[in-house]
């Protein structure tokens, strides 16, 4: 019997994967931090272990580098749980030895125990997965391709068919949402509360404290939506939660666009809770998205944020341009500059909202203009949202997700 150690901050998704691992034949212990975890190493002794980086006490990559610096655990297999966002930690946990890093907000049970066994080099009967050659048969290992699975480890040469998971996964899975979809109402109140205490918040300390408990409850919305099969509010929530960290390592980043964000995330999110009942899809779905500055360099940088969030744009420098692509295409999501030669943004606002097609297309300003009058102006030409250079890129990143996933729910009504 395998020895699996699952170190997890969240008790909810601890408890689900150890129930779903011990089922699938394997041995479990927790730990809910990483000081612990690495305390019960020594004498679990796991064959694996299943981290999630965003730990209290000590990091997930600091587990993973405590681990790699022991002989014993040196080739173990550690598979880790990433926010999408968090590229420079995901490099981090591959430069400490991951084994493969899986997106929380898009794994199942059935991803990780597959990627367990991939790792650990047995088939779904326990047995070890071989391959035959003209000299006999070794063992060989395969990085199995999943839709939530980045592969961080160097593949191995020789594939093997991949293993079926025991059990009656429909089921379980079925169960899982059932039951996320009961603790929705409480989870909603308790994100709405925790913005709250974030907008009345009249220090720095307080507004740390607010961001930090959103942030733990986001991060936990993570989890629970990505293992229930809820992608759009897991995936929702992921990037959230990577804005809610940035703001708390940076709180000087703190200000009223950023809490204003926040609050209509979590205000979009309430509207995902109301549809928990839907079919729901594993992808971002695809928009098309334009982007209208004559600052190269501002261009490039909303184009790149976009990027984080897997939305692809188009870039277009002169406003005249840009309104006779707006009059023959149909966008998803317009961001303007508004200091542009020629036609300013609130000008090329007010034109597009006069096309029967664009009545009601998201428009959102991003300028270095942050005065009363200027936010005043973006209103009246008919924009929907504003935000103020420099910008964080994670903050656009959210904001344009909330306008894009709304978009697609009103549009299957």
């Given amino acids: 019997m395998k020895k699996i ?13 150890r129930k779903k691992l011990s089922v699938e034949g394997f041995r479990v212990e927790v730990a809910l931090d990483g000081e612990s975890g690495m305390a019960i190493v020594k004498d679990f002794q796991p064959d694996a272990v299943l981290l999630d980086l965003m730990l209290p006490k000590t990091s997930g990559v600091e587990v993973m580098r405590q681990l790699r610096s022991d002989e014993k655990f040196g080739q173990s297999p550690i598979i880790v749980f990433s926010n999408t966002y968090l590229t420079n930690m995901m490099q981090e946990a591959r430069e400490a030895g991951a084994t493969k890093c899986l997106s929380k907000a898009s794994c199942s049970p059935k991803h990780v125990i597959e990627a367990l ?5 047995i088939s779904g009967s326990g047995a070890p997965l071989t391959q035959a050659t003209s000299t006999g048969s070794s063992p060989a290992t395969r990085p199995t391709a999943t ?11 020789v594939p093997v068919e991949r293993p079926a998971s025991s059990g009656n996964d429909a089921e ?26 974030l907008i009345k918040a009249d220090n720095e300390m307080a507004r ?5 408990e959103l942030y733990r409850r986001v991060h936990a919305l993570t989890g629970n939506a990505g293992i229930a099969g809820m992608m759009m509010i897991a995936q929702m929530a992921d990037a959230a939660e990577a804005l809610l960290k940035e703001l708390y390592e940076k709180p000087k980043n703190i200000n009223a666009s950023t809490m204003r964000t926040v609050a209509n995330t979590v205000d979009f999110i309430g509207v995902l809770f109301e549809r928990g009942t839907l079919p729901d899809r594993r992808e971002v779905p695809s928009a098309s998205i334009l982007v209208v500055d004559d600052e190269s360099i501002s261009r490039r940088a909303v184009t790149y944020a976009l990027e984080k969030a897997k939305l ?3 870039g277009v420098e002169d406003p005249n341009q840009a ?4 009059m023959e295409n149909r966008f998803d999501l317009i961001f303007l500059d508004v200091d542009m030669p020629g036609m300013n943004g609130f000008e090329l606002c007010a034109k597009l909202r006069a096309l029967p097609a664009h009545k009601h297309t998201p428009v959102v300003f991003v300028t270095s203009l942050n005065d009363f009058e200027s936010r005043a102006n973006s209103t009246i030409s008919g924009g929907n949202d504003f935000i103020a250079k420099p910008f964080l890129f994670i903050e656009l990143a959210v904001k344009a997700l909330v306008y894009v996933l709304k978009g697609k729910l009103s549009a299957a009504k």
């Fill in 312 to 314: 692809k744009s188009v």
């Fill in 117 to 121: 066994r991939t790792a650990l080099g």
């Fill in 323 to 326: 309104f006779k692509m707006i």
């Fill in 172 to 197: 379980f899975q079925a169960e899982l949402r059932r039951d996320f979809i009961q603790t929705l109402p409480p989870t909603l109140n308790a994100l709405r509360g925790a913005v709250k205490s």
């Fill in 208 to 212: 740390l404290g607010a961001v930090q």
């Fill in 147 to 157: 839709p939530a699975a980045v592969v961080l480890g160097k593949p191995q040469p």
């Fill in 5 to 17: 150690l699952i170190i997890e901050d969240d008790q909810i998704v601890a408890d689900i994967y």
